[in-house]
Structures are given as structure tokens and as C-alpha cells.
């Protein structure tokens, strides 16, 4: 359930319609002393994943915040109330209620701001700056130990360095929402998934393509990148057993190294496609939760890995959800355009 066009969210002396509040906002009615939420935008449903038409808003609230339990007594009582959303090593966002009596009910208004500080922009200066500058001056020893040489490893350092300037601007691109997309209609899945690979340190983890969409109207560099990300996740943090440390680049759970070696698998869903493997998988908890900027990162990590993998989806119109197959992670991609319906 979305929230319908008459529900409003109420600032200070006005009103606007829930569907075009751009953060997580919902509107909530008690039911007794049980505060339920009614009605909420598709942010709201992003981020919660609500399960009923009416769920109790502890529900919805549990697991991101500690304090769900004294937000619900307040909201019952008639407070408005704001609590900061946590998780287990991230803090990200405020989450504010506002409450007011409409004669024989009491009703109320929920609000979540991202959090004031470093974020994706952030992010994507220092990669602008800090990156940038050690960056050349590889480039600059790379040429001069290139002259009069015929050693063959030095061409694979000058394509990897390419490849980092490449990934700079896209990321630059994607943190400031610049739709800088260059489609093609007839961008062969299969070939940019074993290109991707190819650039990934993928250790003794097995790639299998088996009948994706031939030809899918997309970004190629754009859909690497999101090649890339994935079989990075899954071979860093998907070797089978139990997750037991975090990560501090991309939100998700470390494997351990003892493990037995990841198998992934791209293939075709419906609408669309799907990179899976078969390791230990993400809590089904996470799930809504592993495509937040900094999601279970520290003060030193990004956490954009699978943040940029939701955004090349977005860019494109695609969707995203995470599921679980045979106990590991399954991405799955909607709204793909295969080239073979044209």
C-alpha cells in the first residue's frame, strides 16, 4: 500500500500530499493506545518494506531504532517525538513523528531526513581529489617506465589506470544524479558479465551465464560496473558459512575465509535478469536495508558498493530487489528492455 493523493503530510501552516514528500513519510492513526501506520509514499515503502494494509507502527519500526517501543508510547500519548535510526554500525538518518489530537482520534505524521554530515557527495569529492592525485602520478612513473620497454604487464597497468579514471566519473556522475547515460539498444549481457569478471579478483569463485537476455538496452559501461559490484559482493562476502564481521566498504556481512569458494550465476528473470550465488546469504532483516549510502560502514568506509549497483539500476528504469536462492543472495533486475522484443 502507497499512500493515496488526499493523504497529507502537515509542516508548519501547510499541507502536502504524502506522494510527493521525496523522504520516507507516513501517516499514522492509534488505534487505542496502539499506534497503526495508514498510509505512506513509496520512499516509506523502500526503506520499511511494511507488510500489512495497517501495521503497528512498532512493527515497522523495529530493527532500525532501539527506542521503537518509547516512539509508540509518545505517539499514544499524544507526543511528538524524534529518535535517531540506527542499525548495528550505522547511523543515518532522523526519524521524526508529529502527533495532534483530530477531535475523536489522535493522529500523526512520520518523517525521515537523512542524517547532516558526510555522505554520497562526500564520498564523491574525495574520490574526485584524493584519488585523483596519486592516480597521476601513477600514470606519470607508468610512462616513464614505459619508454624503450616491451614488458607486457605494463599495458595492463595503463588499462587499469583508464579503468579507475572511468570509475571515478561515473561514480562522480551517479553520487550527483547526473542522468549521463549513453545506451545502446543491443549491449550483449553475456559479455559484459564475463568483461566484468575479468576485471574482478575473483580467486578460486566460478562464473556461470546460462540464458540471459541476449541483447538489453542499456549503458555498457554503466552495466560493468553493476557486473562488477555484484561479483566483488558476492566473492568478498559470499563464500559459504556464516557471516559473522562487517564490512566497512559495502554493507555487507564478511564470510568467513575458510569457506568453500562462491559459484555466481547471471541468468534471465522475469523482465529482466539476475545475478545470484550460493553463499551464506543476507539476513532477509537486511534486505531493505543493503542499498543505503554507508549501510553497516564505519567512519572510514564508503559503503557505495551496492548503493551504486541501485542506481545504475535506477538510472536505467530498472528495479532491484535482493531475495534469497538456495540459501545465498539473488539480485534481481526488472523492467530490463530485451533487445530480442524489438
Not at 248 to 262: F, K, L, R, S
Amino acid at each position: 500500500m502507497t499512500a493515496e493523493s488526499d493523504d497529507e503530510a502537515c509542516g508548519p501552516g501547510a499541507t502536502v500530499p504524502l506522494g510527493v514528500v521525496p523522504e520516507p513519510s507516513a501517516r499514522l492513526v492509534a488505534r487505542g493506545e496502539t499506534p497503526v501506520v495508514t498510509s505512506w509514499n513509496q520512499p516509506f515503502a523502500d526503506r520499511f518494506d511494511p507488510a500489512d494494509d495497517e501495521p503497528r507502527l512498532r512493527d515497522v519500526l523495529h530493527g532500525v531504532t532501539a527506542d521503537s517501543a518509547a516512539v509508540c508510547s509518545a505517539v499514544a500519548a499524544g507526543e511528538s517525538v524524534e529518535v535517531t535510526v540506527d542499525r548495528p554500525g550505522a547511523r543515518d538518518a532522523t526519524l521524526r513523528v508529529q502527533t495532534r489530537d483530530d477531535g475523536d482520534r489522535l493522529v500523526g505524521w512520520l518523517f525521515v531526513t537523512p542524517r547532516t554530515g558526510p555522505g554520497i557527495d562526500t564520498v564523491a569529492s574525495t574520490l574526485s581529489h584524493d584519488l585523483r592525485n596519486p592516480l597521476d602520478v601513477a600514470k606519470a612513473h607508468l610512462e616513464a617506465a614505459s619508454e624503450g620497454s616491451t614488458e607486457p604487464h605494463l599495458g595492463q597497468v595503463a588499462e587499469a589506470h583508464d579503468r579507475m579514471e572511468q570509475i571515478i566519473r561515473n561514480v562522480l556522475a551517479l553520487a550527483r544524479d547526473e542522468e549521463s547515460l549513453s545506451t545502446s539498444p543491443d549491449v550483449d549481457v553475456e559479455r559484459v558479465a564475463r568483461e566484468a569478471w575479468a576485471a574482478v579478483e575473483t580467486g578460486d569463485a566460478s562464473l556461470s551465464v546460462a540464458d540471459p537476455p541476449s541483447a538489453v538496452e542499456a549503458d555498457p559501461d554503466s552495466l560493468r560496473r553493476l557486473f562488477e559490484n555484484l561479483f566483488r559482493n558476492s566473492v568478498e562476502h559470499g563464500a559459504t558459512g556464516s557471516r559473522d564481521t562487517r564490512s566497512p566498504d559495502d554493507g555487507v556481512e564478511h564470510a568467513p575465509t575458510d569457506g568453500e569458494p562462491v559459484e555466481i550465476r547471471v541468468g534471465a528473470a522475469a523482465d529482466g535478469l539476475f545475478v545470484a550465488d550460493d553463499g551464506a546469504g543476507i539476513d532477509a532483516a537486511e534486505h531493505s536495508h543493503v542499498f543505503d549510502p554507508g549501510y553497516a560502514g564505519d567512519a572510514d568506509g564508503t559503503g557505495l558498493g551496492l548503493t551504486i549497483v541501485a542506481r545504475i539500476a535506477r538510472l536505467h528504469g530498472w528495479t532491484v530487489t535482493l531475495t534469497r536462492d538456495d540459501g545465498g543472495a539473488r539480485f534481481e533486475f526488472r523492467g530490463v528492455t530485451d533487445g530480442r522484443d524489438g
